[in-house]
């Protein structure tokens, strides 16, 4: 089945810097890969997702770059804010099989500091 | 604020107790599910529900019994629950084609003593 590994798990930046955070695959089927922000006290919401045939997706701050080659995907988050701060999970299913369970990473933790 | 609403939003209850949590959308979604999430961990999928038929059981145990009354209701049965149990508890609803996006409610903070 697939196994989604997500790195770092812990990651500190300064407010305004730039944070990555990387995942990778092991099912090449796989062809949708969501990304879902977690703050405490809440239950994850999606912000932003990329399907297969697409290779890069950007909404403001946030983008997303997937190789499907090398089955990894990044999410990458631009002048970071405070509000940043947050648990991210990425996710991937292989949407073509009937229930397309999302398998998630294990989380990263980012703090953004002010 | 997100749309779908999970209650109540905290349970503590025994082991003998019997309760329930209960998800509410309003999005027109077809199909809904039920996640449990420990502390630091990735959410775990429960039970998955599509046009009201239970469609997935992750061969979750007895003492959890999923209902969905329509399709924009889903509760959630609890009954001689274990301590391990303890967890955030998460409803979750999507259109129910296959490349719709999962939308979470903020979940029921769940402790069994």
């Known amino acids: 089945g697939e196994n989604v590994e997500q790195h770092p798990s812990t990651l500190s930046v300064q407010e305004g810097d730039s944070a990555v955070i990387k995942c990778t695959y092991s099912d090449s089927a796989s062809n949708y890969f969501p990304w879902y922000k977690q703050e405490l006290g809440k239950g994850p919401q999606l912000i932003i997702d990329?399907?297969?045939?697409?290779g890069e997706k950007k909404d403001q701050r946030i983008a997303v770059t997937l190789n499907k080659t090398a089955k990894h995907f990044s999410l990458h988050i631009t002048e970071t804010q405070p509000e940043d701060s947050a648990v991210y999970f990425c996710?991937?299913?292989?949407?073509?099989?009937?229930?397309?369970?999302?398998?998630f990473g294990q989380g990263t933790e980012l703090s953004v500091k002010p | 604020d997100t749309e779908v609403t999970q209650t109540p939003k905290h349970l503590v209850m025994g082991m003998t107790n019997k309760k329930s949590l209960k998800c509410e959308q309003h999005m027109g979604h077809r199909a809904m599910y039920w996640y449990k999430q420990k502390a630091k961990k990735p959410p775990e999928l429960m039970f998955v529900y599509s046009y009201e038929k239970l469609s997935i059981n992750e061969s979750v145990p007895s003492r959890f019994s999923p209902e969905c009354p329509n399709s924009s209701l889903l509760n959630l049965h609890l009954h001689a629950l274990q301590p391990e149990d303890s967890a955030l508890y998460l409803c979750a609803s999507s259109m129910g084609r296959l490349d719709s996006p999962l939308h979470f409610g903020n979940g029921t903070r769940l402790t069994v003593t």
């Open positions: 996710a991937a299913s292989n949407q073509d099989n009937q229930g397309g369970k999302l398998i």
């Open positions: 990329i399907r297969s045939n697409v």
